[in-house]
């Protein structure tokens, strides 16, 4: 199983980005997906999920309303639209995904905002 991200860049603040990661050597629809972050410094934090049997999302409080997450099961695509960007988003990115009692994580996309 192999999770690539991609979508990371520079952006200034009040610019949008959208982060996708594809998965490959499983059939992912029944899996719960998730997106982390790691700021510099700091511990890796949950900011979305989807979970699987129901598909209901889940923000943390510093991305709501700002980030979408998605799945995209027939391309075995995670998104993460990312909107009104702003410096304290400045991190690296990960995809996580879990199915039965296992986890698999990308490699992580850096995205760093701009004041």
């Known amino acids: 199983v192999q999770l690539q991200a991609s979508g990371g860049g520079l952006v200034q603040a009040g610019g949008s980005l959208r982060l996708s990661c594809a998965v490959s050597?499983?059939?992912?629809?029944?899996?719960?997906i998730a997106w982390f972050r790691q700021a510099p410094g700091k511990e890796r934090e949950g900011i979305a999920c989807?979970?699987?049997?129901?598909?209901?999302?889940v923000y943390s409080d510093s991305v709501k309303g700002r980030f979408t997450i998605a799945r995209d099961n027939v391309r075995r695509q995670l998104y993460l639209q990312m909107s009104s960007l702003k410096p304290e988003d400045t991190a690296v990115y990960y995809c996580?995904?879990?199915?039965?009692?296992?986890?698999?994580w990308g490699q992580g996309t850096l995205v760093t905002v701009s004041s």
């Open positions: 050597g499983l059939t992912f629809g029944n899996s719960a």
């Open positions: 989807i979970v699987s049997d129901n598909d209901d999302t």
């Open positions: 996580r995904l879990a199915l039965q009692g296992r986890t698999w």
